[in-house]
């Protein structure tokens, strides 16, 4: 059987035709100009500032600037790394609390889901950094876990109903126990569709503990903010910004690439592919049968 060389519709839209193909080229153009435009604008204020002079940036080779720039991001990783290991394990907590088929166990677990998911991460941690008298790191930390971990928990269980019920169904015909379709059958299946969702969750963990510098955590945020408030010229915020914003993006893209690391070892792992159907023969026949 030979592929044709048309395209078939999509299940979301049809295939644009000629002029609709036409038409999306020309506001791919017009929005590459556009954005050209805005950068271009953007470089012109800089410039017209004087933002790239050797004065401004002469500073960042300063040893004792290096050091503080370099300190802020390792107390950043430090916050992001508890916190994202703390908030997986809140997050499976809670979700199989939130699965659990006894009620009282699920209700706990909603009321507590719920809750953390609308309060707000900066008053969270606010709370308990000054209510309950608690150091920077692990006032940020607490607040990242709690809010976090509840959102991880709803993706877990949506992931884990998101996989097919026959699944289910046919590990309990197997014999095996709640925990074992769970852990066994139901898991596997549903980390590929969940992990996208947990990276976004673990990029959004992580800018938000540039937070911490509004509890006088000295992260990386706030080394900027030291830095940029000794600097004796005009808009010195401005350098400092453009000094971690690309490593701010640098780590987030970091992640997103782990997670298309992950996504395509699951795909060549051996255990995830479907086996090979032989293809039917014609058999002999039948004892009895001529």
């Not at 290096?66 to 992001?80: D, M, Y």
């Not at 997986?88 to 677990?109: K, Q, T």
């Not at 095996?176 to 596997?188: D, E, F, I, N, S």
Request: proline share 5%; charged share 15%; glycine share 6%.
């Amino acid at each position: 059987m030979t592929a044709t060389s048309e395209q078939e519709p999509s299940a979301l839209y049809d295939v644009p035709g000629p002029k609709a193909r036409k038409r999306h080229r020309i506001f791919g153009v017009l929005a590459t100009l556009a954005i050209a435009a805005i950068l271009g604008w953007i470089l012109y204020l800089l410039f017209d500032t004087d933002q790239f002079t050797t004065a401004k940036w002469r500073p960042f080779a300063y040893t004792g600037i290096q050091e503080l720039l370099l300190r802020g991001l390792a107390n950043t990783l430090k916050a992001f790394a508890y916190a994202s290991v703390l908030s997986l394990v809140l997050g499976g907590v809670l979700a199989v609390g939130r699965l659990s088929d006894h009620r009282p166990v699920r209700w706990v677990a909603t009321v507590i889901v719920e809750f953390f998911r609308a309060m707000p991460v900066l008053v969270m941690i606010f709370f308990v950094f000054v209510a309950l008298q608690v150091q920077a790191l692990p006032a940020l930390v607490t607040g990242l876990t709690l809010y976090n971990g509840s959102v991880l928990a709803e993706v877990f269980r949506s992931g884990v109903n998101s996989v097919d019920r026959g699944q289910r169904e046919a590990a309990y015909a197997l014999g095996m126990r709640k925990t074992q379709v769970m852990v066994q059958v139901l898991a596997p299946q549903a980390l590929r569709a969940m992990l996208p969702a947990i990276i976004s969750q673990l990029v959004v963990a992580l800018k938000d503990t540039s937070l911490g510098y509004l509890i006088t955590y000295e992260e990386f945020l706030h080394a900027g903010k030291l830095i940029a408030s000794n600097l004796d010229y005009d808009l010195p915020f401005i350098p400092v910004v453009m000094v971690i914003s690309p490593i701010y993006i640098g780590m987030c893209m970091l992640l997103s690439w782990f997670a298309q690391w992950v996504s395509r070892r699951q795909r060549r792992n051996p255990k995830a592919e479907a086996a090979a159907v032989t293809r039917a023969e014609p058999g002999g026949l039948l004892p009895g049968e001529r």
